[in-house]
Each structure stands twice: as C-alpha cells, then as structure tokens.
C-alpha cells in the first residue's frame, strides 16, 4: 500500500434515516463519492491483512523505543503543545503548552465540568504513556481506560498510575483501535488525541469511536490532516504527496485525509453538534522545540540509545516543519456528539 493514500472507506448502501441503522450499514453516499474520487492520495481498497498487520507492528515497535526517550524529556503528554499564535515561548512553557491543549480541546468541545452533567466514563484511544486519562481522571473524578498498540507504553501507562495513586480510577492495555475491546456505549467522553493519524480506515475507526460512545455522549478527534481540497482539485500536489509519503515512511502513518473528510464522515454516522478547527497556528512553536530538545546533550546520547527507528523519525521532523509552513499539514480538532 502507497503510505499517502487516502483512507479507505467502507462500502456503503444508501443512507439510513437512524444513527444505528447508519452504524450497521457503513457510511452514507459521502463514502461513495470519495471512493469514485480519482485522486491519487485515495485509497478505495481496505488495506491487505498483511499491509495492517505490518503496519501495526511497526507503530508498535516505534512507540516501543521511542517512548522513554519522550518520556525522560519531554514528560507525561506524548502530544502537541497549545500556544498562543506567533507567541514567543521558552522550553520550560512547553510542558505547561501540551497541559493547556487538554484545557483548549476540553472548551471546545463544551465538555462540563459541572459536577452532574462531567464525564463519568472516558476512553483514551491511542493512549501513549497515559498522561490524557490520568489528567481527565483527576479532572473530573471519572473511571478512564486506554488503549495502545505499544505493550511498553500500556504497562509504563500502568505503572505511573499506580505510582500516582490512580490504578483505582485508571487502567491501560494493549489495544486496536479499530477493534476496541469495550462493548458498546460505555463511554461519555470518547478521548483520541493524535492517534487517528495511525489509522489505515478512517470510517472503520470514526465507526469504533461512535460504536463504543454512549448516548449523548461527546467524541473528540485532535489529528494530523492534510489541507482541504479546493472544488477544482481531485488530488493534492504531486509535491505534497511526495512530502507527506517521506513522513508518512518515518512515523509509520497510513492513509492521510482532510479535516473536511472527517466532518463528512461523522455526518454519515448521523453524529450531531459537528465542530471542526485548525490549530495549526496554536501549535506552531511545537515542532521547532522538539527539534531543540534533541540537540541537546541530553537528548542526542538518549536518541542514540533508543534504536533506528526513533532516529529514522527525529530525522524527519524539519518535513513536520516544511509542511506546517506550506500549509500542507493542518492540525484540527473535530468535536461531536452521539444522539440521545
């Protein structure tokens, strides 16, 4: 499979008048319409069982070696920092920046924090180490699960919680998330921050991500994107598929897709109260400071010992940048609601 294809999507009959219905039967005519889409960034074929299988053992064994070296520098959140934009920041605001964006994503979404009406249930899909559910635990006094590809990170995840008091409210194990081991509607607040850029079928992991919200209950997607497609065009660039393919090759990423497919795909799902926003401005200074952090002392001898594939990825971490600037890569966040 070309790593900077579109998603693929899940054959779909006509639309259905019911969220369950759509739920059962796949996507609406959107799906349709994507995967007769002549674009060469689309994929209109599920990804081979030997494609995903490679493809998951490959996040794994990333986020396997790279996660104590992310860990010892750069602390509990393996995600985006939230800055004000063109903010001038120093190292030691950036910690603080990764705990202002839970605190953005949160308000945006219009999640409460009134005692009655708060999250009570939440999933974290693509954990990382556990930094979001330990965060929203303590927030809100609720019961978080997460799930991971990575076994390092699950039982890491596992440790610091029990460390810090949490292994009553808070537990992690190794998880798909397009086939998440929770049944369905157990959860309030439906957490995936920076996962679904991993995902091979986009549809497949909106379609987990509702089935396993509860009713009225909010889903939160916090992504990597690629631009929009203006009306006229059928595909991205042949510049930017070349750019997004050398990422795509060094952090294990799949199929890319817009902020604008995604809003589509929740609206097939008959999801409600669709919000979307580009924060690409507001996590501008991120990259650059990762880059510094690796520069240092600390963090050269410590990206030596982690293994080729860390290394693979801290080399491509100026094309994050490239395609920032450029405009190419979007960092949105897209909010819903499950119907009642």
Do not use: H
């Given at each position: 499979m070309s790593a900077c294809l579109r998603p693929s999507l899940l054959p779909a009959p006509p639309p259905a008048p019911t969220w369950r219905s759509s739920l059962l039967f796949g996507v609406s005519s959107f799906s349709r319409k994507l995967i007769t889409r002549a674009s060469s960034t689309t994929s209109t074929t599920t990804t081979s069982d030997a494609a995903a299988r490679e493809l998951k053992e490959g996040i794994a064994e990333f986020y396997d070696e790279s996660s104590s070296l992310w860990e010892d520098i750069w602390g509990d959140h393996m995600h985006h920092g939230f800055y004000e934009p063109d903010s001038s920041v120093s190292v030691s605001d950036h910690r603080a920046a990764q705990v202002r964006m839970i605190e953005e994503t949160l308000r945006f979404a219009g999640v409460s924090e009134d005692p009655r009406k708060r999250p009570k249930n939440v999933v974290d899909v693509g954990c990382g180490i556990g930094g979001s559910s330990r965060y929203l635990a303590k927030k809100f006094d609720a019961k978080c699960q997460g799930i991971t590809l990575s076994p390092v990170q699950a039982q890491r995840a596992n440790a610091l919680a029990a460390a810090r008091g949490l292994a009553d409210k808070v537990s992690f194990q190794v998880g798909d998330a397009l086939q998440q081991p929770f049944p369905d509607g157990q959860f309030d607040l439906v957490w995936s921050m920076e996962s679904g850029e991993h995902m091979p079928d986009k549809s497949k992991f909106v379609s987990e991500l509702a089935r396993v919200t509860a009713p009225a209950g909010t889903i939160i997607i916090v992504t990597w994107c690629h631009r929009d497609l203006a009306p006229s065009e059928e595909s991205l660039q042949p510049w930017e598929q070349e750019l997004l393919k050398k990422i795509c090759d060094a952090y294990y990423l799949p199929a890319w897709c817009s902020t604008a497919?995604?809003?589509?795909?929740?609206?097939?799902?008959?999801?409600?109260?669709?919000?979307?926003?580009?924060?690409?401005?507001?996590?501008?200074?991120?990259?650059?400071?990762?880059?510094?952090?690796?520069?240092?002392?600390?963090?050269?001898?410590?990206?030596?010992?982690?293994?080729?594939?860390?290394?693979?990825?801290?080399?491509?971490?100026?094309?994050?940048?490239?395609?920032?600037?450029?405009?190419?890569?979007?960092?949105?966040?897209?909010?819903?609601?499950?119907p009642r």
């Open positions: 497919d995604y809003v589509k795909l929740l609206q097939s799902f008959s999801l409600e109260d669709i919000k979307a926003e580009d924060w690409s401005q507001n996590v501008a200074p991120f990259w650059p400071a990762v880059i510094r952090s690796a520069l240092t002392w600390k963090g050269f001898t410590s990206l030596l010992r982690t293994g080729l594939k860390t290394i693979k990825g801290a080399l491509a971490m100026p094309l994050m940048i490239e395609g920032y600037q450029k405009n190419l890569i979007k960092f949105a966040i897209i909010t819903c609601r499950k």
